[in-house]
Structure formats: structure tokens, C-alpha cells
């Protein structure tokens, strides 16, 4: 199984601050990797897909880079309702699976 | 819009069964591959099983293998997930979910609690 590392798992920011979130997998997997927003009791969302691209209705704020073995998920300008569990996921090999998530929390 | 609505969760014992269903609408369900996905308390999320469109192809993560049954009613814009031996380790929130093969999970249902416990 293809395992992806996420980094950090838990990150305190601020309204307006931009963050970076970092995905690796542990073989190349191209750009089969997508990201997702989890709040707490709801079901998570797409944000990102094919490491760069943003899924329609998502803020611009939001954006995704990398190929191979290295990904980002940046915000550019934190907002209240972006703080949330973060979750890479590849979609190159079977099974597909996910990072362990990273939790974004206000400072 | 895209609506996704799960049922069929509870408790159950260990060893028991339990059939869950995803009601699908907003969309033509029969041209999309189908997901199961799990997350256990306080947990990361876990693929469960997939289904292609037309029923002939379906995968299962190896931990249900064997135990669990994935199917699809397309007349009926339905999902299921039929979970026999039911284990203390499966229990978690199930999601039902659009899949694009090679592509994401794009969409997804509120979720339904499946607690195994004695």
C-alpha cells in the first residue's frame, strides 16, 4: 500500500496567516492527490484534486502543488471557517488511502 | 445539487450484521463509480470499497474482504453496503461517495455510526 506522511500534524495559526501543509507518499504517485477539509461532526470535502486543481465552488485562497512523491496545500489568508482536519488522499494505486490528517487550530 | 443520504447504522454485536444504504440524487448515478469510506472515533478516514458504474468491477479494502458486500441499485439511485461479522475495529462513521476513477472522492453523504460493542 502506498503510505502518506502529512506534516505537521497539528498546526495553530491565525486569522489572515498563510499555511502550508505538506503531503509525501511514499512512492510517486504523479498527480493522483487530493486534499480535503473536515469540520468536526461533518463529512469531509474535496478542495483540491489532481494535486493542483481547485474543485469548483472552493475559495481561490485555497491551492495545491507538487507531483511525484511531494505535495502542498497552501491558504493564502486564513480565514475563521478554514480552521478544520486537513486530509491528503492518492488516487494512483490500489487501495487508495489517506494521510493521518492534519488539524489546523486557531492560535 | 448533489445529495448523498445514508442509513441502516447502530449497534450491533460483534459477529452480527448490518446493511447500510446510500440514497443518491442530483445527479445521474448510474455513470458513477460508487464508495464506501469509514472513519472510526476521533480517526483518519479509510476506503473501504468501490463499485463501478454497471456493477462489474468492485474492490474492497483486504481488512473486509470476504465479510463485507458492495452493491448498487441503479433503477433506484441506491447504494448499499452489506457488513457481515461485524468486528469491535469496524466500528466508525460510514460515508458513501461519488468516485472518479484515478480522480477523487468528489462527493459525499452526512454519514451513518456503525458501533459494534457487546
Known amino acids: 500500500d502506498i503510505r502518506m506522511t502529512q506534516s505537521p500534524s497539528s498546526l495553530s495559526a491565525s486569522v489572515g496567516d498563510r499555511v502550508t501543509i505538506t503531503c509525501r507518499a511514499s512512492?510517486?504517485?504523479?498527480?493522483?492527490l487530493s486534499w480535503y477539509q473536515q469540520k468536526p461532526g461533518k463529512a469531509p470535502k474535496l478542495l483540491i484534486y489532481a494535486a493542483s486543481s481547485l474543485q469548483s465552488g472552493v475559495p481561490s485562497r485555497f491551492s495545491g502543488s507538487g507531483s511525484g512523491t511531494d505535495f502542498t496545500l497552501t491558504v493564502s489568508s486564513l480565514q475563521p471557517e478554514d480552521f478544520a482536519i486537513y486530509y491528503c488522499q492518492q488516487s494512483y494505486g490500489a487501495p487508495r488511502t489517506f494521510g493521518q490528517g492534519t488539524e489546523l487550530e486557531i492560535k | 445539487e448533489v445529495q448523498l443520504v445514508e442509513s441502516g447504522g447502530g449497534l450491533v454485536q460483534p459477529g452480527g450484521s448490518l446493511r447500510l444504504s446510500c440514497a443518491a440524487s442530483?445527479?445521474?448515478?448510474?455513470?458513477?463509480?460508487m464508495s464506501w469510506v469509514r472513519q472510526a472515533p476521533g480517526k483518519g478516514l479509510e476506503w473501504v470499497a468501490n463499485?463501478?458504474?454497471?456493477?462489474?468491477?468492485?474492490y474492497y479494502v483486504d481488512s473486509v474482504k470476504g465479510r463485507f458486500t458492495i452493491s448498487r441499485d441503479n433503477a433506484k439511485n441506491s447504494l448499499f453496503l452489506q457488513m457481515n461479522g461485524l468486528r469491535v475495529e469496524d466500528t466508525a462513521v460510514y460515508y458513501c461517495a461519488t468516485m472518479e476513477w484515478g480522480g477523487p472522492f468528489d462527493y459525499w453523504g452526512q454519514g451513518t455510526l456503525v458501533t459494534v460493542s457487546s
Open positions: 463499485i463501478k458504474e454497471d456493477e462489474s468491477e468492485e
Open positions: 512512492q510517486g504517485i504523479g498527480n493522483y
Open positions: 442530483g445527479f445521474s448515478f448510474s455513470t458513477y463509480w
